[in-house]
């Protein structure tokens, strides 16, 4: 059974950090698409981060600079660095996989094989 499972979120006040989990279940890991979206309510989710298989990485421009993707393929952990965090960073966090396509959301619809529970990120002013 595939499963994704997050965590690492939490509260922390402006320009602090935080390192968000994301450790996969069930699938060849490493042969996957995987990415980072964020959601607040009322509000569509939107892609944060992604990497491919071979490890090349793709970044929201709201984050360049800011956030990182690293993969431990030996834990089968995908990695997401949040450094000088804004309020606006504040949304539930997902991470998805695909093996065939990067998961994106496009319309109000999300694309992706697997996706996890979710992580609470809130960044205080």
């Known amino acids: 059974q595939v499963q994704l499972v997050e965590s690492g979120g939490g509260s922390v006040q402006a320009g602090g950090s935080l390192r968000l989990s994301c450790a996969a279940y069930?699938?060849?890991?490493?042969?996957?698409?995987m990415a980072w979206f964020r959601q607040i309510p009322g509000k569509e989710r939107e892609g944060v981060a992604g990497i491919d298989s071979d490890g090349s990485t793709s970044y929201a421009d709201s984050v360049k600079g800011r956030f990182t993707l690293s993969k431990d393929n030996a834990k089968n952990t995908l990695y997401l660095q949040k450094n000088s965090l804004k309020p606006e960073d504040t949304a539930m966090y997902y991470c998805?996989?695909?093996?065939?396509?990067?998961?994106?959301?496009?319309?109000?619809?999300?694309?992706?094989?697997?996706w996890g529970q979710g992580t609470q990120v809130t960044v205080s002013s």
């Open positions: 998805a996989a695909d093996f065939n396509i990067p998961p994106y959301c496009s319309g109000g619809i999300c694309y992706g094989n697997y």
């Open positions: 069930g699938y060849p890991y490493s042969s996957y698409y």
